[in-house]
């Protein structure tokens, strides 16, 4: 799980173009909004489009699960392990 999370937080980093900001600045299990690393809602929507394209998943954008699933670093990876096929 945690070479996903490392893949999440690249991701992030990339598709945000977060340049000041490092795999390891990024806390798994800390808020991705608000508190947190401090995403916006369009920030969600570049990231849920990029997750669509990498992981082959899909997300619903007024979807309650899909909010929680974009909680943190940690819970993202573990929706993605989730939907994964085996």
Known sequence: MQQL???IKELI???LQLEDIT????DAAAPLFGDGLGLDSI????????LQKRYGI???ANS?????HFA???????MIA???PQ
């Open 5 to 7: 999370e490392q893949e």
């Open 13 to 15: 980093i990339e598709v």
């Open 23 to 26: 795999p390891a600045d990024i």
């Open 43 to 50: 920030d969600a929507l570049e990231l849920g489009v990029a």
């Open 58 to 60: 899909s997300l619903s």
């Open 64 to 68: 309650e699960e899909t909010r929680r």
């Open 72 to 78: 943190s670093v940690q819970s993202l990876a573990t």
């Open 82 to 84: 989730a939907h994964r």
